[in-house]
């Protein structure tokens, strides 16, 4: 943890530094929503065909503030630091039943049987396991005017829960009560996505964000086998009023 302190830091200093050099500081304040997801696959997708296991994902809100400067007088690729605190939620409806569906099949020696055709899950919305959690989050930002008032931008995050995830609960979230769970309270994330400037003050952002390595891991009480790793990821829209 220090020494991914002591990394951000430097990493905060040297952009500062660029921006004290090229140009002045553009200091905004901003607030948004999106969505946040668990996920041991792609974003928001059915958890890689884990059947009992029916995360969905939930509300997030922010707000922070925001410096950044362009490299050079008038130039199109600018720094940005954010500093932003974060509500986030998951939810998870847990398995009610199984139900299978057979139908007869007649084999080449004319014998007929039953075979499983079909498997559904269904899931008990009745009880469920909603958890919502605070961060903080510092993301580091190269924004890309390509078009107009219109860019691209991509970066890296520093992220920390402040909110504890028990391990009760992280095999409520997972609806698995034998696997032991470990969960990262750091970690670094990339993010990316288009900003457009409607007026010289007011700005929108749309971003897509993930954690680089799994968050949470679940395995085996002895550690000899990992059963499945999940990721925060989501997306959001912020909308940006500079300052000064």
Not at 44 to 56: D, G, Q, T, V, W
């Amino acid at each position: 943890m220090m020494v991914k302190g002591k990394l951000l830091f430097i990493t905060l200093v040297l952009f500062c530094a660029v921006g004290v050099s090229y140009g002045q500081f553009d200091v905004s304040a901003f607030v948004g929503s999106g969505a946040s997801d668990l996920q041991t696959g792609f974003p928001f997708s059915e958890n890689s065909n884990i059947p009992n296991e029916y995360l969905k994902p939930g509300a997030q809100f922010q707000a922070g503030v925001s410096a950044g400067s362009t490299f050079r007088k008038g130039g199109m690729l600018s720094w940005e630091v954010q500093a932003m605190i974060r509500r986030s939620s998951i939810r998870n409806i847990p398995l009610d039943y199984i139900e299978e569906e057979y139908k007869e099949v007649e084999h080449s020696n004319g014998e007929v049987v039953e075979a499983l055709t079909k498997r559904v899950y269904h899931h008990d919305y009745n009880n469920v396991m909603k958890w919502s959690y605070w961060s903080i989050s510092v993301p580091v930002s190269l924004n890309f005017q390509v078009f107009g008032p219109i860019g691209w931008k991509i970066g890296g995050t520093a992220n920390w829960h402040l909110t504890e995830l028990s391990e009760d609960d992280a095999r409520l979230i997972t609806n698995n009560a034998s696997l032991d769970p470990y969960f990262e309270n750091f970690t670094w994330q990339g993010h990316t996505g288009f900003f457009a400037r409607l007026i010289p003050r007011l700005r929108l952002e749309a971003l897509a964000y993930s954690d680089f390595e799994p968050r949470l891991i679940l395995g085996e009480p002895n550690g000899v086998f990992v059963h499945r790793r999940y990721r925060e990821m989501g997306f959001y829209l912020n909308v940006f009023y500079r300052l000064n």
